[in-house]
């Protein structure tokens, strides 16, 4: 069965960090891109970030509202996606959720989401 | 960037009803497009890739359909367990964007 598990949320103030990782069991997570998808409270889904897979070359793209700002990393000898967010703003708040993208492109399987909260 | 312009923001219906929710994008996305549906305080499903193929295990009462630009969701007989918010993705390029989303609230 495939799963997605989000960790790493909490509560920072505007222009700290702070590190999300997504653990994933149950596929083969080094042939899978992923990415973060965040929503705001009470808002629609925005998508983040998005890293494909080593062997279609691992690149990465941004968000114009994170870009310079977030940075998505993996480690696939330990099924982990990870989401460095760097100089947070109020409007970072938001749950984050971890998504697979499948070998069609959507977005197959979510995790539960965690939530950051960025304020003073 | 492509935008997603999902309509209506709110829909009131009965169970039974026949209801459709409709997204245009803004340029040519062929059939790369998603419907996801999202229950309070849970993460998106995926309903419908490919603007109309149905995700397995997803009740055949849902289907997508695709005209150029515009596609739909029509749900054929509301259940209980349908009221929900529904947002379209597109996944033609990056950046991936959805639309506003859809309220599926109980008249």
């Known amino acids: 069965e495939v799963q997605l598990e989000e960790s790493g949320g909490g509560l920072e103030q505007p222009g700290r960090s702070l590190r999300l990782s997504c653990t994933a069991s149950?596929?083969?997570?080094?042939?899978?891109?992923m990415s973060w998808v965040r929503q705001a409270p009470g808002k629609g889904l925005e998508w983040v970030a998005f890293i494909r897979s080593k062997p279609k070359g691992g690149t990465t793209d941004y968000a114009a509202s994170v870009k310079g700002r977030f940075i998505i990393s993996r480690d696939d000898s330990n099924g982990i996606a990870y989401l460095q967010m760097n100089s947070l703003k109020t409007e970072d708040t938001a749950v984050y959720y971890c998504?697979?993208?499948?070998?069609?492109?959507?977005?197959?399987?979510w995790g539960q989401g965690t939530l950051v909260t960025v304020s003073s | 960037d492509i935008q997603m312009t999902q309509s209506p923001s709110t829909l009131s219906a009965s169970v039974g009803d026949r209801v459709t929710i409709t997204c245009r994008a803004s340029?040519?996305?062929?059939?790369?497009l998603a419907w996801y549906q999202q229950k309070p305080g849970k993460a998106p499903t995926v309903l419908i890739y490919?603007?109309?193929t149905l995700e397995s295990g997803v009740p055949s009462r849902f289907s997508g359909s695709r005209s150029g630009t515009e596609f739909t969701l029509t749900i054929s007989s509301l259940q209980p367990d349908d009221f929900a918010t529904y947002y379209c993705q597109q996944y033609e390029s990056y950046p991936y964007t959805f639309g506003q989303g859809t309220k599926l609230e109980i008249k």
């Open positions: 998504t697979r993208e499948n070998d069609l492109y959507y977005f197959d399987y």
């Open positions: 490919k603007a109309s």
């Open positions: 340029q040519s996305i062929s059939s790369w």
């Open positions: 149950g596929f083969i997570f080094g042939d899978y891109a």
